[in-house]
């Protein structure tokens, strides 16, 4: 709708008739009277009706319009009256917005001017309905904060136009997202838990709360005897040294569509992961029943790598705390595989057939059985084709009915 | 294999068999495979079958088909149920068999088993009719006479007696595997993944291209050898095939011990449905498997 609805017009010059001119206004009463009705419009279809009940129950309930509405004085006023500049009051936060990736998307990002209209109230909604954060009511209540950042990251159509990923229907399915959305968890992470709320900085700025090498610390905030784990193994200490390509905690479980880690598609999914920077390990594991079992799915018990080498808490197999370490190794495997004795823990999980130097045994066995099996194939082969060959001719010269005993 | 010697033919004068070739009309059979020998093939190659196929899955865990199929049937855990089942009862079968060996070579001093026309075991014979063959293939000597057992049906039951005994121990070695480390290496361990999987694939390559081939469907027995599953063979086609043995039933004086009914229709039909199935599953397998193998 593009004009004036014709009922608010009528109300308006009702008004217009009413109201003497260069009138002061008085109170909120006064704006009430015409801006009390809640389809009012102004002449670009905007609502401008405000619900007296709600804004009065509102955090700002108990200031005058004009506390906002600076440049509104009297009666008539302006047709279109200047923004409502939050940081009069909201210092600190708009600060915060200001430097946010927010306010660089909404002037960098071509066709992102919708935001730049007004940033507060694209978050914290109508401006004259706001409730502190606790009340259950408000758009940025813990248990509604998906919701309310998803009305922008939620939409494929936004998500596609400014390259973003469409992470909302993600976090919904995610641990995360079922635990505050199903379950009511107000302590589950939701989306400002790990990016903040008006300080969101891009996780390529090494001040984000989700760079890479500051994640750890933006998950240990909540899982605590985790990130200490974390921080033991070699990983941690890695990322704690500066190696940015070592693992941190969304490089396994993902950032956004974290699943149950005992969940059979995180067991499914998550050796491939280990094996992206472990290639030659992963080789290796894939040559083994552990891993054919594993790929088959419907039996994810099988061991992942995760298994033997724990997951946050990696140490190398010199550790004699590393559960690899050979001190270890019968209680290691004797987690599956009950009766597992010295022999047995010699059985090498990585073992390379192809590689006579560390394998020769094995080396050995699998060249003789390929062996074996090109030299029968090839030689049975060659003697069928021949056989075949004959059989045909035979047939064909003798062409008799009980051709079949050629 | 021990020959069979069924002793349920009527008594017949071995004057009449030598005097009277078998009149065109009515086509005398000859018992070939008794009833336990057939029951231990089919239940050789059902078993053989599921294993190749759920082996396969194992070994192409990677595959499409096989992700298709576990998501098919629930996962891997089916996959190795029916595969460890079917090795029981292969086992079993095997197990059956090689006490019957025992029985009659050992308890009954029956040493045909160990040697002679109607043993398995290879013999200088045998050696002379793989070259023989081999000249026939090429123009260039006449086809030889085969005996009861031809080399490469020796070659086919030594491939799966030796295989059972390979696969069979190595996957068990897998199965049971903390209890045979008590007395194997822990490599050991290793390496019978690497045989277990190694030996069924030259099993399953061999069976499904070459035993198919040499046994049903070159031109002589095509679509199918049919003597496995009914037992019985027409005059004219053991005359033709095993010359030899035929000559030496005459000559002992042995014929009327194996001269039985012509196969019923019932179990012709039977045996080509069963029969087909097995091959066409056999075929689609080593498809399969070629095209895993040059997928990597």
């Not at chain 1, 405000?50 to 955090?59: E, G, P, R, T």
């Not at chain 1, 760079?211 to 974390?230: A, D, F, K, L, M």
């Not at chain 2, 045909?112 to 200088?124: C, D, Q, R, Y």
Request: with cysteine.
């Amino acid at each position: 709708m593009k004009t004036v609805s014709s009922f608010g017009l009528t109300r308006f010059a009702s008004v217009l008739l009413l109201a003497a001119p260069g009138r002061p206004l008085r109170a909120d009463t006064d704006c009430l009277s015409c801006h009390g009705d809640p389809t009012l419009q102004d002449t670009n279809g905007k609502s401008i009706g405000v619900s007296a009940d709600k804004f009065h129950a509102s955090i700002h309930g108990s200031l005058k319009c004009s506390d906002c509405h600076k440049d509104i004085h009297d009666y008539p006023h302006p047709d279109h009256p200047a923004a409502v500049q939050c940081e009069t009051c909201h210092a600190d936060e708009a600060s915060a917005i200001a430097g946010s990736i927010h306010a660089k998307a909404s002037t960098s990002v071509p066709g992102a001017t919708g935001w730049k209209a007004h940033p507060c109230t694209g978050c914290h909604g109508n401006a004259h309905e706001i409730v502190t954060k606790t009340d259950p009511n408000s758009t940025v209540y813990p248990l509604n904060i998906p919701k309310t950042c998803g009305g922008c990251h939620g939409d494929p159509a936004m998500a596609k136009k400014f390259h973003l990923p469409n992470v909302y229907a993600l976090y919904i399915d995610s641990i995360h997202g079922f635990a505050l959305g199903k379950e009511g968890l107000l302590v589950a992470a939701n989306c400002t838990s790990c990016h903040g709320s008006h300080k969101i900085l891009s996780h390529t700025d090494p001040q984000s709360s989700t760079y890479r090498t500051n994640i750890p610390r933006t998950c240990g905030s909540c899982h605590v005897g985790i990130n200490e784990q974390y921080q033991q193994g070699v990983h941690g200490k890695a990322v704690a040294a500066g190696n940015a390509s070592a693992p941190v905690c969304t490089d396994c479980h993902t950032a956004h569509g974290i699943v149950e880690p005992t969940s059979a598609d995180f067991r499914m999914q998550s050796t491939p992961i280990c094996g992206s920077c472990h290639r030659d390990k992963f080789s290796t594991y894939r040559d083994t029943f552990h891993s054919q079992l594993g790929l088959l799915g419907g039996y994810t018990e099988t061991a992942r790598c995760w298994d033997c080498h724990r997951a946050h808490e990696v140490l190398p197999a010199s550790d004699p705390n590393s559960p690899v370490n050979k001190a270890n190794l019968i209680a290691t495997c004797g987690r599956c595989h009950a009766g597992a004795n010295a022999s047995f823990v010699q059985y090498q999980p990585h073992a390379n057939a192809r590689n006579r130097k560390l394998n020769p045994a094995l080396y050995y066995i699998r060249l003789f059985m390929n062996l074996l099996l090109t030299s029968v194939l090839t030689f049975f082969l060659l003697h069928t084709a021949l056989w075949l060959i004959r059989s045909r001719f035979q047939q064909a010269k003798s062409k008799s009915p009980g051709g079949k005993n050629a | 294999m021990p020959d069979p010697t069924p002793t349920t033919a009527a008594p017949t004068p071995e004057a009449t068999i030598a005097t009277q070739p078998a009149a065109p009309e009515q086509p005398r059979y000859f018992l070939r495979f008794t009833l336990g020998q057939r029951c231990l093939h089919a239940v050789l190659f059902t078993t053989f079958l599921v294993l190749a196929a759920t082996g396969l899955m194992m070994r192409f865990s990677g595959s499409i088909w096989a992700i298709r199929f576990a998501k098919l049937v629930d996962g891997f855990g089916t996959i190795l149920f029916f595969h460890k089942f079917c090795a029981l009862v292969l086992t079993l079968a095997f197990i059956i068999h090689v006490r019957e060996i025992v029985a009659r070579g050992i308890f009954k001093r029956d040493k045909s088993i160990f040697w002679g026309p109607t043993s398995m075991v290879a013999n200088w014979k045998d050696v002379k009719d793989l070259f023989g063959h081999m000249r026939w293939f090429l123009g260039l000597g006449p086809k030889p006479r085969f005996e009861r057992y031809a080399y490469w049906e020796k070659f086919d039951y030594w491939a799966v007696f030796w295989g059972m005994v390979v696969i069979g121990f190595s996957g068990y070695a897998m199965w049971f595997a903390p209890f045979f480390a008590r007395f194997l290496p822990g490599w050991a361990l290793n390496a019978a993944l690497v045989i277990h999987s190694e030996e069924g694939l030259l099993a399953i390559l061999f069976i499904f291209s070459i035993h198919f081939v040499n046994t049903h469907l070159r031109p002589d027995s095509f679509p199918m050898d049919m003597v496995i599953f009914t037992g019985r063979e027409s005059e004219e086609e053991f005359k033709n095939r095993r010359p030899d043995e035929y000559q030496r039933m005459i000559a002992e004086g042995k014929s009327a011990t194996r001269i039985t009914d012509a196969p019923p229709l019932w179990l012709l039909n039977f045996s080509r449905v069963v029969g087909f199935t097995a091959i066409v599953i056999g075929l689609a397998l080593l498809v399969l498997t070629l095209s895993a193998y040059i997928a990597g």
